[in-house]
């Protein structure tokens, strides 16, 4: 059975740093199509950034230059790692892999992906 489990959400300060992590079972990471998503109170779920086999990744531009999507294939993890935070980063962020390869303009769609996490709060304070 395919399974993901994120971890290392919490609360911090604006400016600080946390790092999601994405363990998968069932699914091996380094033949899918991997991504973050986040959905913040009231709004919808929205992508973050994804990871591509090689070093394609994709990123929201509300987190360019302070989120770095990556993935250890040993561990068969993901992680997110989120510098420089902020109020608006607060939201429950879930990751998400679709087998195989998905074009690159779809990669942060919600809809191009199958398995999904629980999710894990990040909540950052002014």
């Known amino acids: 059975e395919m399974e993901l489990a994120e971890s290392g959400g919490g609360l911090v300060q604006a400016g600080g740093s946390l790092r999601l992590s994405c363990t998968s079972s069932?699914?091996?990471?380094?033949?899918?199509?991997v991504a973050w998503f986040r959905q913040a109170p009231g709004k919808e779920l929205g992508g973050v950034a994804s990871?591509?086999?090689?070093?394609?990744?994709e990123y929201a531009n509300s987190v360019v230059g302070r989120f770095t999507i990556s993935r250890d294939n040993a561990k068969n993890t993901l992680y997110l790692q989120m510098n420089r935070l902020n109020p608006q980063d607060t939201a429950m962020y879930y990751c998400?892999?679709?087998?195989?390869?998905?074009?690159?303009?779809?990669?942060?769609?919600?809809?191009?992906?199958?398995?999904w996490g629980q999710g894990t709060q990040v909540t950052v304070s002014s």
């Open positions: 998400a892999a679709q087998p195989g390869l998905i074009l690159q303009w779809l990669r942060l769609r919600r809809d191009a992906y199958t398995y």
């Open positions: 069932g699914l091996t990471l380094a033949l899918a199509t």
């Open positions: 990871f591509c086999r090689g070093d394609n990744m």
